[in-house]
């Protein structure tokens, strides 16, 4: 019967080396496994570009704004003041007049008449009066000698003074004539544009037609009507120099052009219960014809200035559940979202009142790629950097 081999004393290490190599080759599988399984680190999100603004600190205008209507700065439709035919007009429509220019002429002649009537007439009177004068002065030299009775004295006196109010009513009845004779010719009250014509030579017109000959509306100065809130009034009321020293402009509906500068003439005397706002009237020259009546326009009540007020334009603001905010990037380049408030917003700009300090970095254009804390680089710094141009258009597609 064979015995089992033994194992030589001069090799030890064949009897404990390999169940220590085995172990230790089991633990390393293991943890290699175990390596294998675990996730790896997470990985800071790439920056994206976007473009940064300082805030800024500077004098900005204090706007109410509004919307008018150019009216004219008087208007005048002009009537006869006596009937007649009307021979003739002086003006061309459409055209411009000048105050006193000669707009229709009517036919004078009855009246030419009638002042030749009473100038007759005043003529007889004056000629009885010389009359009565002299019998008046017979009698009173016969009186003295009783060769008439006193009656008859008086009698003449009075006949006299009948005749003297005879002709003071002649000279009525004539100024009378002359001024409805003046009436005949019909002169434009104003200086302004004409209308229409209403009325063709050869018609009969009356004092009593409605309708006129013509209108003309001065447009030049001209008025702008505009409301405000009626809680504007006491800013308007306290405001530098008092309302009449007070700038209006008038601004095209579309396109924000503007059309004109005038001043604030007019802030009526009460609120309108019904909307709640107040009735205000700027007047401005119009040399060029750019406002026209009826016209509507944007209006702009400068007030005074916002004096080395915060702004940041008006694309920086954003707004949420929570309110206005804007993104605000510090010196690590992490951007963090900032609650604003807004005093004024004109013209893309914004004047902030809390929330964002002068010489601040804002996020103007990109916040839709931006979340708080997210690196944020320059637009134009990532313009000449290929590699995270490439990056950023990554992330974009990810996050959409």
Do not use: C
């Not at 916002?306 to 992490?334: C, F, I, M, N, S």
């Amino acid at each position: 019967m064979d015995q089992p081999a033994s194992v030589s004393p001069h090799r030890p290490w064949l009897r404990y080396g390999v169940p220590v190599v085995a172990i230790v080759a089991i633990a390393w599988y293991a943890l290699r496994g175990e390596a294998e399984d675990a996730p790896a680190p997470a990985k800071a999100p790439p920056a994206v570009s976007a473009t940064l603004v300082k805030v800024a600190r500077e004098d900005v205008p204090r706007f109410l704004i509004g919307v008018g209507n150019v009216q004219a700065a008087a208007t005048v439709t002009v009537k006869a003041r006596v009937d007649g035919q009307l021979e003739k007009v002086g003006y061309t429509e459409g055209q411009d007049v000048k105050a006193g220019q000669m707009i229709a002429q009517l036919d004078a002649r009855p009246l030419q008449a009638q002042l030749a009537q009473v100038k007759a007439q005043k003529a007889r009177d004056e000629a009885q009066l010389a009359n009565a004068k002299l019998d008046l002065d017979r009698y009173t030299r016969l009186i003295k000698e009783d060769a008439t009775t006193q009656q008859t004295l008086d009698t003449q006196r009075a006949t006299v003074a009948q005749l003297q109010a005879a002709i003071q009513t002649d000279d009525a009845q004539i100024q009378y004539a002359q001024v409805q004779l003046g009436y005949m010719t019909i002169t434009a009250p104003l200086s302004g544009r004409t209308g229409a014509r209403l009325v063709d030579p050869g018609n009969i017109v009356h004092a009593s037609d409605a309708n006129g000959l013509v209108v003309i509306n001065q447009i030049d100065p001209i008025a702008v009507v505009f409301t405000l809130p009626g809680d504007s009034v006491q800013s308007i009321n306290h405001a530098a120099g008092g309302p009449s020293k007070l700038k209006v402009m008038a601004y095209a509906r579309e396109g924000n052009t503007l059309l004109g500068e005038g001043h604030l003439v007019l802030v009526n005397n009460q609120i309108d219960t019904t909307s709640g706002t107040v009735q205000l009237k700027g007047m401005f020259t119009n040399p060029n014809h750019t406002l026209w009546p009826g016209q509507y326009v944007n209006v702009r009540l400068l007030l005074g200035d916002h004096e080395q007020a915060t702004t940041v334009p008006a694309d920086v603001l954003q707004r949420g559940p929570q309110g206005t905010y804007a993104y605000v990037v510090g010196p690590d380049r992490k951007a963090q979202m900032r609650p604003v408030e807004v005093v004024q917003t004109q013209d893309g700009k914004a004047v902030i009142g809390k929330g964002l300090q002068p010489g601040e970095t804002v996020v103007l254009d990109g916040q839709y790629k931006i979340k708080p804390g997210i690196t944020v680089q320059p637009a134009r710094a990532a313009a000449s950097a290929p590699a995270l141009a490439g990056s950023v258009a990554s992330t974009q597609g990810e996050q959409r």
